[in-house]
T-cell receptor, first 114, second 111 residues
């Protein structure tokens, strides 16, 4: 079974631009969660989608948004990029059910904002 | 709010056992996880334990949970150089699929 895939793997953007990252979950998984990893703040939860609905959201500004498609693939968008948005963005895939406790992560997208 | 704490660094000799510790504050956490991250990679799920368990063993990995003290540990037996990585403790927080992570423990294995 293929794992979680994220595209692109690396991105370089300029302050003020916007960016869209993509995540394809494991086949059959309906939940996708997004995390930001930085040296200073560590791993922080952004949001979670299940069946095209956002079920949970972390403490990030409105510049960070996401969506999920009917095939469970998810995208996250960051608008008006700031230098502090430079990070590794990880998505996690799970069945999304109450007793589905295993979350599998993709390799991440490394975003650099200059 | 929820908090997860880990020591930042551990150095062990190849062949010895490694013990990585973690404490957490959210007593309602139902699932507790250990993830491994190698340089330039994502997070690899190593193992997890339900909050109603005290111990879980999986090959070279042993997880111990002390709910009273909110303490979780990961023991790696016969540690190898390939075990060198950052290990993250994470707890399932109230709400859908939200994990709270510790800062990670960097494990260095030397000959």
């Amino acid at each position: 079974k293929a794992g979680v895939t994220q595209t692109p793997r690396y991105l370089i953007k300029t302050r003020g631009q916007q960016v869209t990252l993509s995540c394809s979950p494991i086949s059959g998984h309906r939940s996708v969660s997004w995390y930001q990893q930085t040296p200073g703040q560590g791993l922080q939860f952004l949001f979670e989608y299940f069946s095209e609905t956002q079920r949970n959201k972390g403490n990030f500004p409105g510049r960070f948004s996401g969506r999920q498609f009917s095939n469970s693939r998810s995208e996250m968008n960051v608008s008006t990029l700031e230098l502090g948005d430079s990070a590794l963005y990880l998505c996690a895939s799970s069945l999304g059910l109450q007793d589905a406790y295993e979350q599998y992560f993709g390799p991440g997208t490394r975003l650099t904002v200059t | 709010g929820e908090d997860v704490e880990q020591s930042l660094f551990l150095s062990v000799r190849e062949g010895d056992s490694s013990v990585i510790n973690c404490t957490y504050t959210d007593s309602s956490s139902t699932y507790l996880y250990w993830y491994k991250q190698e340089p330039g990679a994502g997070l690899q799920l190593l193992t997890y334990i339900f909050s109603n368990m005290d111990m879980k063993q999986d090959q070279r990995l042993t997880v111990l949970l002390n709910k009273k003290d909110k303490h979780l540990s990961l023991r790696i037996a016969d540690t190898q150089t390939g075990d060198s990585a950052i290990y993250f403790c994470a707890v399932f927080s109230g709400g859908y699929n939200k994990l709270i992570f510790g800062a990670g423990t960097r494990l260095a294995v030397h000959p």
